[in-house]
């Protein structure tokens, strides 16, 4: 009782229509679209009303449901995990023998007898059948289970998952991501700088400078790809200076 009294207390279920009311019930009906954690207010306007009494339940029974249903998977997913295993073993032994039974032959079918040159023939004159029931039965089959196992993973959102992580581990997860995009792009201007592009390496630091305006790393890399960039341009008047005192005295000639 503790610890569901913990539970309601800490979540702080707002709602869009009634923000001020405080849970009181939650429905277990799969197929609803309704809200599944909800209010009085939700109920005295008849939300859940055609299932209320055989999936609607008081919130302080919504932890015991959780913790319960939160054992349910690991059974299925081992018997995936077994099931999928048995197969491979399978999968391996056949691909393995058809290995053995039609590859490698060009290196020793001079060295056959003729009894063996006879069954190699049976073997290559079924091949085009064994390749059709292949293509079909297994090739289209494993793309197909492929398929259904990649939409099977987005209809479920599992790359957002977000109940698995704590909010502290959430903030460092993304202050270790922003920290990992900072240096990428710092070696991406870099790079750029080594390129002798230093337009879009300046770009790169001055977005970066945006978070981090104090970090001298950044602000060097800046200066170098300015340097450049300013001995590049000061190299192109030198060479238009000289074009233009060579066509100079040529015209003087």
């Known amino acids: 009782m503790k610890q569901n009294f913990q539970f309601q207390q800490k979540q702080g279920f707002q709602f869009k229509d009634h923000p001020q009311e405080p849970a009181l019930f939650w429905c277990k009906q799969a197929y609803c679209?309704?809200?599944?954690?909800?209010?009085?207010?939700?109920?005295?306007?008849?939300?859940?009303?055609?299932?209320?009494?055989?999936?609607?339940?008081?919130?302080?029974?919504?932890?015991k449901f959780l913790s319960e249903k939160s054992k349910y998977p690991k059974d299925l997913i081992s018997e995936c995990q077994n099931q999928f295993g048995f197969t491979i073993k399978s999968f391996d032994k056949l691909t393995s023998s058809l290995s053995y039974k039609f590859c490698g032959l060009?290196?020793?079918?001079?060295?056959?007898?003729?009894?063996?040159?006879?069954?190699?023939?049976?073997?290559?004159?079924?091949?085009?059948?064994?390749?059709?029931?292949?293509?079909?039965?297994?090739?289209?089959?494993?793309?197909?289970?492929?398929?259904?196992?990649?939409?099977?993973?987005?209809?479920?959102?599992?790359?957002?998952?977000?109940?698995?992580?704590?909010?502290?581990q959430i903030t460092v997860n993304q202050n270790e991501l922003q920290k990992g995009l900072h240096l990428f792009y710092d070696l991406l201007g870099i790079s750029l700088n080594?390129?002798?592009?230093?337009?879009?390496?300046?770009?790169?630091?001055?977005?970066l400078l945006l978070d981090e305006p104090y970090n001298i790393e950044i602000m060097y890399q800046k200066g170098n790809s300015l340097k450049k960039q300013l001995n590049v341009r000061f190299n192109n008047l030198i060479k238009q200076d000289q074009s233009k005192t060579c066509f100079i005295a040529l015209e003087n000639r």
């Open 106 to 168: 060009e290196d020793i079918i001079n060295k056959l007898q003729n009894y063996q040159i006879l069954q190699v023939l049976d073997s290559f004159v079924q091949f085009d059948e064994i390749r059709k029931h292949t293509e079909n039965n297994i090739i289209a089959y494993l793309k197909k289970f492929q398929k259904i196992l990649d939409d099977l993973y987005n209809l479920l959102e599992l790359h957002l998952i977000k109940y698995q992580m704590i909010e502290e």
């Open 33 to 63: 679209q309704v809200n599944r954690v909800f209010c009085l207010v939700c109920q005295k306007e008849k939300k859940h009303i055609q299932h209320f009494n055989e999936d609607v339940h008081g919130f302080h029974e919504l932890l």
């Open 194 to 207: 080594i390129r002798n592009k230093q337009i879009e390496a300046l770009q790169i630091f001055d977005k």
